[in-house]
């Protein structure tokens, strides 16, 4: 597998992984515009990094069962979430603290964060999302 | 010939949409016939080099349109799949050495629907006529000798290696579960729905000589009595991993007339690519698939609707796709496609005059062979010729949807 997320030092992912470590969400914005860009691009913008409010709902997701995934032992829930604050950008993210049974599309969710383990990489700090209290 | 559409024309007729477009393709209707077809074996782990299948298909490709090797004067590949087969390789297995037309716009998946774009103005131009397309794979021994997946790609992108990978979205079954997922939510879609067309193609694939699955059969009630792979998705729900190679030969419309089979010619074609593209994660309705764009490009250019097809083949990576590619390319409207596939409306055997529209008469990527959609094309040739395993009734328009995620086509074809 090639280079992996939180290890990056990549201008457009590291801001990502180094707010993840203080436990902050933040994401790219354009200064010229004003507006999210998700996912941001190589193309020379100097995105002005913004922590962002952690309420979400749940787009869509799956329960992984069987091992078809070689970073990760079933079961997880990896889920697409949408920020209230910030219309039009979609997470991918892992929906965690609770029954995977429960977990529906629509849920109100917030934002927490956990150490992930993927198979041959190092833990790392990651935002992720349980069902909002 | 009748006067051909401008790209205003077809843009009007096609409509736009706000999540994704359609590629501007000029009106190719009736510009090129589908004269030969031809297949490699089709297995699990084989051991055989991709190259040798391909050439293997190409053989029985030429054969079937009776023409010989050095006839064949253009050469349709993709660079973007490994071991693809060069010109080189074709001279060196028949033994020539004339020129060719060659483009690197040709293979499965999408591209075994736009390369008829290609081969279409190349044969108008005089520039050959007689094209090969081709398009073979080894996953299955490359995933028994641990040197390769389907997934790689995907793995190596850059924005899903740091914003997707680290949280386990990830590799295709995933991806599709989540769709699935969200067409559940939104339109009341069941785990019995899916399962009707795993039925379906797996009763094809028992019926065809060719198909990886054809002594291997599948009721309801088995389907849901397996496990979950990735919810609401089961092992049933995805397509195979297979050793397989496939060909046809595009030649000119008025060279196919004096060819043994009846002429079966591109009747429309049509590209839709999603915003935000490599990245379905971000695609604006999940729902949906970029057919949604494709169709109605194809179905103008066609001057028909999907009232008008006989017999689909869909890139059935999972069974969601195939479904959600049911409702986009307007058999039923949006959403409904689950109640849509029940009552064995897929099945060969219930043609459109019963109210059916089969699909994946071969079997499918799910029960036939996963060779990326190039089988696909074969098959609905046979089905227009009438010489299928499992023939559907009076078929004379049928389509190929072609699907990489992030880009779908249409390609329509009719017997003349």
């Not at chain 2, 990735?230 to 419309?253: F, K, N, Q, T």
């Not at chain 2, 990576?317 to 849509?340: N, Q, V, Y």
Request: contains cysteine; proline residues 6%; negative net charge.
């Amino acid at each position: 597998m090639a280079e992996f997320g939180p290890a990056s030092a990549n201008s457009i992912t590291a801001p990502f992984w180094a707010a993840a470590r203080e436990h902050r969400l933040v994401l790219p914005f354009d200064p010229a515009t004003g507006k999210a860009c998700w996912y941001p691009r190589e193309d020379g913008t100097a995105y002005e990094w913004r922590e962002v409010a952690g309420n979400a709902t749940l787009y869509a997701f799956s329960v992984v069962r069987g091992p078809i995934n070689p970073l990760f032992e079933p079961t997880y829930a990896p889920g697409l979430v949408e920020l209230d604050a910030v219309p039009g950008v979609r997470l991918v993210t892992q929906i965690v603290d609770c029954d995977v049974g429960s977990i529906r599309c629509g849920m109100p969710l917030e934002l927490c964060f956990r150490e992930l383990q993927p198979r041959g990489h190092a833990a790392f700090i990651a935002p992720v999302f349980r069902p909002r209290s | 010939m009748s006067d051909k559409q401008s790209i205003t024309q077809l843009r009007q007729r096609a409509g736009s949409f706000d999540w994704g477009h359609a590629a501007e393709i000029g009106d190719i209707s009736g510009d090129l016939a589908i004269t030969g077809v031809g297949e490699s074996a089709f297995s699990g782990p084989s051991g055989r080099a991709a190259v040798d299948m391909a050439l293997e298909a190409i053989g029985n490709a030429i054969a079937d349109a009776g023409l010989t090797p050095a006839d064949i004067d253009g050469l349709m590949y993709t660079p973007h799949v490994a071991d693809q087969i060069r010109v080189e390789d074709f001279h060196r297995h028949f033994g020539t050495s004339h020129e060719m037309w060659v483009s690197e716009r040709g293979g499965g998946m999408v591209w075994a629907a736009t390369c008829t774009q290609y081969a279409a103005e190349a044969l108008r131009q005089r520039r050959a006529r007689h094209i090969v397309n081709v398009f073979s794979v080894d996953w299955a021994s490359r995933r028994a000798a641990g040197t390769g997946t389907p997934g790689d790609w995907h793995a190596g992108e850059a924005m899903k290696a740091f914003y997707e990978l680290p949280y386990g979205w990830y590799p295709q079954p995933v991806y599709m579960a989540t769709q699935a997922s969200r067409h559940m939510y939104e339109y009341g879609t069941t785990q019995e729905q899916l399962g009707e067309l795993a039925v379906a193609f797996r009763r094809h694939a028992n019926g065809h000589p060719g198909a990886v699955m054809r002594h291997k059969t599948l009721s309801l009630e088995q389907y849901l009595a397996k496990p979950m792979l990735a919810d609401p998705l089961r092992v049933e729900d995805c397509c195979l991993i297979s050793d397989g190679a496939a060909a046809w030969v595009m030649s000119a419309p008025e060279l196919a007339r004096d060819m043994p089979h009846p002429v079966v010619e591109l009747a429309g074609l049509g590209h839709g690519i999603i915003a935000n593209a490599p990245y379905i994660s971000q695609q604006g309705v999940m729902s949906a698939t970029p057919q949604t764009f494709a169709a109605p490009w194809a179905y103008a250019m066609a001057d028909m609707s999907a009232r008008d097809v006989d017999v689909l083949e869909l890139y059935d990576c999972f069974s969601i796709t195939a479904l959600m590619m049911i409702e986009d390319l307007g058999f039923c409207a949006k959403g409904e496609g689950g109640a849509f596939v029940q009552h064995n409306r897929l099945h060969f055997d219930r043609p459109r005059s019963q109210g059916g529209i089969p699909c994946n008469t071969h079997g499918g990527l799910m029960s036939h062979a996963y060779v990326l959609g190039i089988a696909h094309v074969v098959e609905l040739v046979r089905q227009l010729r009438g010489e299928a395993a499992n023939q559907v009734q009076d078929a004379r328009v049928g389509i190929y949807g072609g699907f990489t995620a992030d880009e779908a086509a249409t390609l329509i074809l009719r017997r003349v």
